[in-house]
């Protein structure tokens, strides 16, 4: 078994380990949860105390010139690009996940129509991110579309047919943490004459993404999680460049126009990716997330995303053993793929009977201790099937193997001494 001394070495040997250096940790917390909300990096304060100071209360509105507001998002969409296999200048950072895949379902939609018109079927995961789904449903509605459910990723291959209009997938899934296989899946909706939209939510700066080299049409990913951007953060959109003039997307505002300073009465679509762009851009977060991007570029002298995914790897590895080490016979099983190359960059957990319900409590016991992690309810109908999870992300810019170790042992004691069933702990709140 793995000792807290290996746990040492691993971490004195760690080439990633002076990127740490960029967060303000709060001391005693080890945070699993940069999936959900990445920390806070050290440079964002100062830089959005300078935007307010100087740029917002000295400069004023000349800041839009003078401080390069107006380039902020294509410029961080350049850097993000890096990240994600995409080119300069084809993607920008706005508004939200939700509304970004707003924009690039109905330009899928619409250019799968235009060129097949009987293909009315959009397929996704049930297992997706609901907010994916509801935007989905929705745009059916308006295109006279279906929004077809698959239950497990082996479904997916008999849905590549000629109905098929929009495949729709996260490439790795929020629950599960399970990642596709982008470049194969790709492939084979390309060979059915679909469209393959990839939401990069739990993948921009937690795996390697080469959009191009999958030859992917679009992409959306979220500014808050791996990216560190802060509460609330922009999200990106990116459109293949075959893609991108095709069509307005639907949100025409004035931010996308070709000549906004003309302030026309008529709508002209920017050329290229600026048209994704809706109205003015929020700058004190869209700041704070080029603090958060820059954090994850800090690692390209060090290996960059290769390198952060095999560290990825590695801490995943580590919590996977230990936990079914330490804590297997007291109910803790894998609910995350066991083959790496299938998984992200977190673990899932669920409890065997009679703990099967005991999930919310364990997470929050783990919370009191320091070890943020989270929880995502199953359903209660199929337990069995869809089980309560405990859910931890490991950020390899500011996780140690050493965390790791502590980590599971917290997760040993809580199980343990039934500390979760003290009844502060079953209380919930409004975000879990
Ligand atoms: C986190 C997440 C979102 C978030 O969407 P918002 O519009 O930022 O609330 C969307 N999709 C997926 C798959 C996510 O994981």
Same mark, same amino acid.
């Given at each position: 078994? $793995? +000792? ?19 967060? %303000? ?37 000349? =800041?839009?010139? +003078? ?21 300069? @200048? ?9 509304? &970004? ?13 235009? #060129? ?11 297992? &997706? ?24 990723? #082996? ?7 000629? %109905? ?8 790795? &899934? ?6 596709? #296989?982008?470049?194969?899946? +790709? ?40 990216? &560190? ?10 459109? /293949? ?10 949100? =025409? ?10 302030? $026309? ?22 700041? !704070? ?19 952060? *995914? ?46 099967? /319900? ?18 995502? !309810?199953? #359903? ?7 089980? /309560?999870?405990? *859910?931890? @992300? ?15 042992? /917290? ?5 343990? $001494? ?13 975000? $879990?």
């Amino acid at each position: 078994m $793995t +000792t807290l001394q290996d746990c040492d070495v691993l971490d004195q040997e760690d080439p990633l380990r002076e990127l740490r250096q960029q967060f %303000d940790l709060p001391p005693g917390v080890i945070y699993l949860d940069g999936n959900s909300l990445g920390v806070l990096p050290r440079a964002t304060l100062g830089r959005v105390q300078e935007v307010i100071q100087r740029e917002w209360g000295q400069d004023l509105i000349k =800041s839009w010139n +003078t401080a390069g507001w107006m380039e902020l998002p294509g410029k961080i969409g350049d850097k993000i690009a890096r990240l994600v296999g995409a080119g300069p @200048g084809e993607l920008v950072v706005a508004d939200s996940t939700s509304l &970004n895949l707003y924009k690039v379902l109905s330009a899928a939609l619409r250019i799968a129509q235009a #060129d097949a018109p009987a293909r009315k079927v959009i397929v996704s995961e049930r297992s &997706n991110f609901p907010t994916d789904l509801y935007i989905a449903e929705s745009l059916a509605r308006q295109h006279g579309a279906r929004l077809h459910l698959v239950d497990s990723v #082996d479904e997916i291959a008999g849905t590549l047919n000629a %109905d098929l209009a929009v495949l729709m997938i996260t490439e790795v &899934n929020y629950r599960t943490g399970y990642k596709h #296989d982008m470049k194969a899946l +790709t492939a084979a909706a390309h060979a059915a004459g679909a469209l393959v939209i990839w939401d990069l939510a739990h993948s921009a700066g937690a795996v390697p993404v080469d959009l191009k080299g999958a030859d992917a049409d679009f992409a959306v990913g979220c500014g808050y999680k791996y990216l &560190n951007g802060g509460p609330g953060a922009p999200a990106f959109v990116w459109a /293949h460049p075959r893609h991108a003039d095709r069509f307005w997307q639907p949100l =025409s505002g004035w931010l996308g126009h070709a000549a906004p300073f003309q302030f $026309t009465p008529d709508y002209q679509p920017a050329p290229g990716i600026k048209r994704y762009i809706c109205g003015t851009p929020a700058m004190l977060s869209t700041a !704070a997330l080029e603090c958060g991007v820059d954090t994850v570029l800090a690692a390209e002298g060090l290996g960059g995303m290769a390198a952060l *995914r095999k560290k990825s790897i590695a801490l995943t590895e580590l919590f996977i053993e230990l936990a079914e080490e330490r804590c297997g016979a007291l109910g803790v099983r894998l609910a995350s793929p066991r083959n790496p190359e299938r998984r992200g960059s977190q673990v899932c957990l669920s409890l065997a009977a009679p703990l099967q /319900h005991a999930g919310y409590a364990v997470i929050q016991a783990l919370i009191a201790r320091g070890v943020i992690g989270d929880f995502r !309810a199953g #359903d209660p109908a199929r337990l069995d099937e869809v089980p /309560h999870i405990l *859910r931890f @992300g490991f950020t390899p810019l500011y996780i140690g193997f050493a965390d790791v170790y502590a980590a599971v042992e /917290h997760l040993y004691q809580v199980l343990k $001494t039934e500390e979760w069933q003290r009844p502060e702990f079953a209380r919930q709140g409004a975000v $879990t």
